[in-house]
């Protein structure tokens, strides 16, 4: 049986399979999105849409959709499907679907009357190329298939309107056209692997609905070009195949190309593989280096995303080589920001003050992956020079004070995950001495003590570190700890924030915690009972006057909503860490229960994917970007502990 297979009657119901999307990458930025029955509801859907270095950082809609028409008796049957202003879908090319299965590579099965074609696309990787193979399965008559390209040629976050500066020049090549509607894009070729007859028949598809972002409050109606069609007949058991992409290629080898995409690819048979699929489809290449986009449809590379999901999207499905590439990239990223004070042009925001912080936890899970000695021989010097730059006031916006403590200046911009802001202000101005940033900082020094405590040469040092992380340890408890058994989410004296916010989550879950196991018991109880959900960690407290678990409405009604409760799955990682650390292996069945949550999530929303955030409150809505790294990656990492603990349990030893 099929891990995702949507049946007809699924298919059919508009209510039920258009809230459904599939995503599908080159690895290199550029994608192709859509809902399960093909038709586009937000305006970052797109049958190829690329990544243009020479007019921005922003993704571009070249060819939005390709509309099938089947051709029997002289009589069409319009396989795609549009929503228009009046709210008529059509030409309601669902109904012929009989199934979708989305296992290896997604594939659509239509009937029409005694006809049964399929539909395969794949994404070639690292070319901004897609192919879609068409199979006549069935047919008891002479089948012709028409083929109309619906051309955006703009960004991603913008909409296309009729206008009269298009170029509208086609230019034939073999197996099909070229065409470039506006100066400053690239042509895009669309051919066949067999010759097709193209027909001049040029129209604006005007006013097409994009309910996702009606629902947004954002623009949402879009004119589409469409300069005319092919057209070519089929027979039964024949394969055509149709290539959209910024390069002419040879039709010739159209097939072997697809076959060879299709070698060493994972099935999404199982959860852990629909997770690791979508990993690796949030991996970067460029000349200038490797990375990990944080999302899609509309992030770029965002450091703390990028090594929030690092060992998740690497070690958890044993890719340790990209792992130590992409850290390879971000490391000197940092250090040109921390040493030059230069900002890179691909990762963005290098220049937030935990930066280094995080790196140090993400080269930490490096070292339970490979090993200790492996860690200290690759990254040792590095962990230990960003412990220098905090301690040198090298990293700007990052004081060590005299207790040990770190602080930071978050009252006029935002500088921890909680990022919301309106006209550049924060909305929850975490500012002066941040939970995380301290618990992270804990966790740093212990960790690069253990990386050089059989060091002789290093006694001295260590000393000092370990003189230091005790000052903080008490530091942090005298701080962060209350009566009420939970932390408090930021200090900036005389000001204590007394929100229950899951930054505590953090803190208890990381390998080196300032709390004792005790005072982590008090602090995950009290976690559970307020801010867990079978879909992540609430942003905020529902016993809080500003609870708002729902992230709807306009652009501010969803900045101010987006950190007062939505849940995020990243931060189940961190909660799952703490409740092994507090409970060993007899919390393995819990754990396992709660992960059945994300697992329900691999048919709903982006499928095979996580959401950014879900609501707060049942029904755990998916919201935000279809499909976000950390959360993958966070649920990977989660997952394999829990595979390791197994393992020990089958072994009769004990969890330390």
């Known amino acids: 049986m099929s891990y995702l297979k949507f049946d007809k009657n699924l298919m059919i119901n508009l209510e039920q399979?258009?809230?459904?999307?599939?995503?599908?990458?080159?690895?290199?930025?550029?994608?192709?999105?859509?809902?399960?029955?093909?038709?586009?509801?937000?305006?970052?859907?797109?049958?190829?849409?690329?990544?243009?270095?020479?007019?921005?950082?922003?993704?571009?809609?070249?060819?939005?959709?390709?509309?099938?028409?089947?051709?029997?008796?002289?009589?069409?049957?319009?396989?795609?499907?549009?929503?228009?202003?009046?709210?008529?879908f059509s030409p309601n090319g669902h109904k012929y679907i009989r199934e979708f299965n989305c296992d290896?590579?997604?594939?659509?099965?239509?009937?029409?009357?005694g006809v049964v074609l399929s539909k395969e696309k794949v994404f070639i990787s690292h070319e901004n190329r897609i192919l879609i193979k068409y199979?006549?399965?069935?047919?008891?008559?002479?089948?012709?298939?028409?083929?109309?390209?619906?051309?955006?040629?703009?960004?991603?976050?913008?909409?296309?309107?009729?206008?009269?500066?298009?170029?509208?020049?086609?230019?034939?090549?073999?197996?099909?056209?070229?065409t470039c509607l506006y100066e400053g894009y690239p042509e895009l070729f669309m051919q066949f692997n067999k010759p097709a007859r193209w027909v001049d028949d040029a129209h604006w598809y005007k006013d097409i609905i994009y309910y996702k972002d009606r629902d947004r409050g954002i623009p949402y109606r879009e004119d589409l070009w469409v300069p005319g069609y092919f057209e070519l007949p089929i027979e039964k058991g024949e394969s055509i195949i149709f290539s959209a992409s910024t390069y002419q290629a040879d039709p010739a080898k159209f097939e072997v190309t697809y076959q060879q995409e299709l070698i060493g690819r994972t099935s999404r048979s199982s959860f852990y593989n629909c997770l690791k699929n979508s990993a690796k489809q949030c991996y970067l290449k460029t000349p200038d280096g490797m990375y990990i986009m944080a999302g899609y449809p509309w992030f770029n590379v965002r450091g703390r995303d990028e090594l929030i999901a690092l060992p998740g999207c690497t070690l958890a499905i044993d890719h340790k080589d990209d792992f130590e590439n992409i850290m390879h990239t971000f490391l000197a990223a940092l250090r040109r920001y921390i040493d030059e004070g230069v900002k890179d042009e691909v990762i963005k925001d290098i220049n937030l003050p935990d930066l280094p912080l995080w790196t140090i936890?993400?080269?930490?899970?490096?070292?339970?992956?490979?090993?200790?000695?492996?860690?200290?021989?690759?990254?040792?010097?590095?962990?230990?020079?960003?412990?220098?730059?905090?301690?040198?006031?090298?990293?700007?916006?990052?004081?060590?004070?005299p207790d040990g403590l770190l602080s930071t200046e978050g009252t006029h911009q935002p500088v921890s995950w909680m990022s919301a802001a309106l006209d550049g202000r924060p909305l929850i101005p975490r500012t002066g001495y941040l939970v995380e940033f301290n618990a992270l900082w804990y966790n740093a020094l212990r960790f690069l003590i253990s990386l050089l405590e059989e060091s002789a040469e290093e006694a001295d040092y260590v000393a000092s570190l370990t003189d230091l992380a005790e000052q903080v340890k008490e530091?942090?408890?005298?701080?962060?700890?209350?009566?009420?058994?939970?932390?408090?989410d930021y200090v900036n004296a005389p000001y204590t924030d007394l929100e229950v916010r899951p930054n505590m989550v953090i803190a208890i879950g990381l390998e080196y915690s300032p709390l004792d196991r005790r005072q982590r018991k008090r602090v995950l109880d009290l976690a559970t009972r307020e801010l867990l959900t079978p879909k992540g960690i609430r942003s905020l407290s529902p016993k809080s006057y500003a609870y708002n678990p729902i992230y709807v409405g306009n652009p501010e009604q969803r900045e101010r909503a987006v950190h007062q409760g939505p849940a995020r799955p990243w931060l189940f990682g961190f909660y799952a860490d703490a409740?092994?650390?507090?409970?060993?292996?007899?919390?393995?069945?819990?754990?396992e229960r709660m992960l059945i949550g994300y697992e329900e999530e691999m048919a709903e929303g982006c499928i095979g994917s996580l959401s950014e955030m879900y609501d707060g409150n049942p029904p755990y809505t998916g919201r935000g970007a279809i499909s976000t790294a950390k959360n993958v990656g966070e649920i990977l990492r989660t997952l394999k502990n829990v595979k390791e603990l197994n393992k020990l349990q089958d072994s009769d030893s004990d969890y330390v």
Request: charged letters at 20%; a positive charge; glycine letters at 8%.
């Open 475 to 488: 530091s942090f408890v005298k701080t962060f700890l209350n009566d009420y058994g939970y932390l408090y």
């Open 104 to 113: 290896t590579v997604p594939t659509m099965t239509f009937r029409v009357g």
């Open 17 to 88: 399979s258009l809230p459904k999307e599939m995503l599908r990458t080159n690895k290199s930025g550029a994608y192709h999105c859509t809902t399960i029955v093909g038709c586009n509801t937000r305006k970052q859907h797109g049958l190829l849409v690329i990544p243009i270095p020479e007019m921005d950082d922003k993704a571009h809609v070249l060819l939005s959709s390709l509309d099938e028409t089947v051709i029997q008796h002289n009589a069409p049957f319009n396989l795609g499907l549009h929503q228009y202003g009046d709210g008529v």
């Open 579 to 591: 409740y092994f650390k507090v409970f060993g292996i007899s919390g393995l069945g819990f754990i």
């Open 361 to 401: 936890w993400a080269i930490q899970q490096y070292r339970r992956h490979a090993g200790l000695a492996d860690c200290r021989r690759r990254y040792a010097a590095e962990v230990r020079r960003l412990v220098e730059d905090i301690r040198q006031a090298r990293v700007p916006n990052l004081k060590l004070n």
């Open 135 to 178: 199979t006549l399965l069935e047919a008891h008559s002479p089948t012709t298939l028409q083929f109309r390209p619906f051309l955006a040629f703009r960004n991603a976050n913008d909409l296309c309107v009729e206008n009269s500066n298009i170029n509208t020049a086609i230019r034939h090549i073999e197996g099909g056209i070229s």
